[in-house]
């Protein structure tokens, strides 16, 4: 990519906005399980960077997606991944189908906002028996006069617990999978919404996250996103946006973990020299570095087609694959090197050991990344009634529905 003076200004003001908000408390934040996301938000929102590439009408920046994913990527050298998780479902889950989909209305009363950071949002999608298999949600929202009546619950809602609105995805009819679902903004404030308590995560410490349940939640249905019955297909075209967030970010937290672990090793002294002499340790880490240099190059040509207006169906599910399986191996590798160190909870490299795993399951697991890449490849078998055949399953109805919209 041929980056200009705006795409390294807005690398540099990230970049700095990490050193001097975020990293300085991320261990506090990782022991409370939560950060100021309203004070960050509102921070960010002022420097413009939760609306980067959302239109200019409603307070974005309105450039181009490439401008965004150098934000992502700089965002990866926090130390701790909760926070640019909670950003990203702010800037490239929640809102992305409103801004491209949403009525004026919607976006100036739900956009506008969490583009300023006065709002904050969250996806509701996932549910626990409806993670990677999106077509197998329960929550209804049934019509009733001008409004729909919602029912249901939905799990591991990243900022749920502070957020002021939901982009929702629910069944609006009793028509087949693919074609019953419709995304609806609810504002989290409505009678009927309740949350669990925080759930209790692997990694991600820092970034808020629970169970959002529906008990005859009444909702206008000019809230709704699109038209109705499109909301699985809407939800597909977003979730390419959320995949090439998750791949960029990856990439320097990654490198992060790296470049500690050189330094590291240097400092520590096995058998008379430092640890980083070792052939074995060099090479490794060469390697790994290798692999990363190739993940931002998968990453950064999806996006160059991303902007260009083409079809990054396949690139965009090869970089999140990627970047899932490439997050584990670098971290275990580099964590080894830190011997015990390496084992503590608080050490960077142990947090981000832990954080990484979230990339190959959220968004689409790496199963059903593997599915689309298949079916794009003409391997992928024809559709069984089987319980192994559900992931090409997904990976059909992606497609399907991605094509249904251009």
Not at 23 to 34: K, L, S, Y
Not at 69 to 80: N, Q, S
Request: aromatic share 8%.
């Amino acid at each position: 990519m041929l980056f200009t003076q705006e795409h390294n200004e807005i690398r540099r003001t990230v970049r700095q906005f990490v050193e001097q908000e975020i990293n300085p408390n991320v261990a506090q934040w990782e022991a409370d399980g939560r950060f100021p996301m309203r004070d960050i938000f509102r921070k960010m929102g002022a420097l413009g960077l939760l609306g980067i590439h959302k239109p200019e009408k409603y307070g974005g920046l309105g450039l181009d997606y490439s401008y965004n994913l150098v934000a992502a990527e700089e965002l990866g050298t926090a130390w701790a991944g909760g926070i640019p998780l909670a950003i990203g479902v702010q800037t490239d889950m929640c809102t992305p189908a409103i801004a491209r989909f949403g009525s004026d209305e919607l976006k100036r009363e739900f956009l506008a906002p969490s583009i300023t950071g006065e709002a904050i949002g969250c996806i509701g999608v996932s549910e626990t028996g409806a993670g990677s298999d999106v077509a197998g949600l329960k929550t209804t929202a049934r019509k009733d006069g001008d409004d729909y009546i919602i029912n249901g619950h939905k799990m591991w809602i990243t900022n749920s617990p502070q957020a002021d609105f939901i982009c929702l995805l629910a069944n609006t009819s009793d028509d087949k999978p693919h074609k019953n679902k419709t995304l609806i903004v609810v504002p989290m404030n409505s009678p009927g919404i309740t949350l669990s308590k925080h759930l209790d995560k692997l990694g991600m410490r820092s970034s808020e996250t629970a169970q959002v349940f529906f008990d005859d939640v009444r909702v206008p249905q000019r809230y709704r996103v699109g038209a109705e019955g499109t909301g699985f297909m809407l939800q597909m075209l977003q979730f390419q946006e959320e995949r090439l967030w998750g791949a960029a970010n990856t990439i320097k937290a990654l490198e992060n973990c790296v470049n500690e672990t050189i330094n590291y090793c240097r400092e520590r002294k096995t058998f008379g020299q430092p640890l980083i002499d070792n052939q074995v340790v060099h090479f490794r880490l060469a390697e790994l570095q290798t692999e990363i240099e190739c993940l931002r190059a998968l990453t950064y040509q999806a996006c160059e087609l991303y902007v260009a207006g083409k079809d990054v169906t396949n690139l965009a599910s090869m970089a999140k694959l990627k970047a899932g399986r490439l997050g584990r191996e670098v971290t275990d590798s580099c964590l080894q090197y830190w011997g015990g160190m390496g084992f503590m909870w608080d050490n960077q490299v142990s947090r981000a050991f832990r954080d990484v795993r979230l990339v190959s399951i959220g968004g689409g697991a790496d199963e059903i990344m593997l599915g689309i890449i298949c079916k794009l490849m003409g391997t992928l078998p024809g559709k069984k009634k089987s319980p192994v055949a559900a992931a090409p399953a997904v990976a059909n109805a992606e497609l399907a529905s991605q094509e249904a919209l251009k």
